[in-house]
DNA sequence: ATTTGTGCAAATCGTTTGCATCTGA
DNA sequence: TCAGATGCAAACGATTTGCACAAAT
């Protein structure tokens, strides 16, 4: 595993704690991945890194709002991570609970509306589920 | 109000008991609606139809089970449930936490990758979320 | 008569928070 | 030094579930 971590918190503006460093390095270190916060957990305990859950919410929600990271809702009770930042979309396969990035410049979207009158667009979010199929 | 409620629940093969009938009256009689289990409640107390948090929950489950009705994931902590069943997209404005559909065949999707070998599409969301512009 | 839905309250799940204690800058 | 991060456990909100009762077929 690479160490990125320090210097990704460092750019980030973020202080960089034990936990917070040994997260980012988890997190950067092999390209773009897709983690849950009970994931993350899972990894960090791996790792003989002891965080508490708490801690771990607390670190996504600040990668998160520091721009590390961007959050994907699947459903009410499934959300993930992503340490891939720049502009994608998602597949999702409903039988494994596995998020992965469609390759960028396949999908496009055409005809995106303006964004109303006094507002501005945050994000565009695609998601195409799949399944297994029945037949 | 019209009163769908009933003849909706014999189409979806769904008994009709005095709740049900009562919710899909609310949910199918003005045309595309958004609703969230709470907005719902709220509107059936209002109605002087008495349910249970419970039995929304459940009637929407079932409602979406049963092809009435789609889920929509804001995020871990939002949803809502679509009465309008085609194909069709959303834009989501963040400050006021509200859900519009996208006129249908305006935003449109290209090189939709095909479902990898052995499995099916069963839905393609599509999410622009706005806010209020700060500038 | 039998199956299925309902209400209630308790349980569960994922996530957040308060507070005392550590720790990095 | 001291603002800010951590751990823990308790709080939380949204949703689900177990069970006794009621209503639909």
Request: aromatic residues 6%; glycine residues 6%; contains cysteine.
């Amino acid at each position: 595993m690479t160490h990125c971590g320090r210097e990704k918190l460092r750019l980030a503006g973020l202080r960089a704690s034990r936990q917070r460093i040994a997260l980012a390095d988890i997190l950067f270190a092999e390209g773009d991945r897709h983690v849950s916060a009970e994931s993350l957990h899972a990894e960090a305990l791996e790792a003989d890194v002891s965080v508490s859950v708490a801690t771990i919410y607390n670190t996504l929600n600040k990668f998160v709002e520091a721009g590390l990271l961007r959050e994907i809702a699947i459903d009410s009770s499934k959300r993930f991570f992503d340490t891939k930042m720049s502009n994608h979309y998602h597949i999702y396969f409903e039988d494994e609970e596995r998020l992965v990035d469609i390759a960028p410049g396949v999908l496009e979207i055409r005809n995106m509306p303006d964004a109303p009158e006094g507002t501005e667009v945050i994000g565009a979010d695609i998601l195409i589920r799949v399944r297994t199929s029945s037949s």
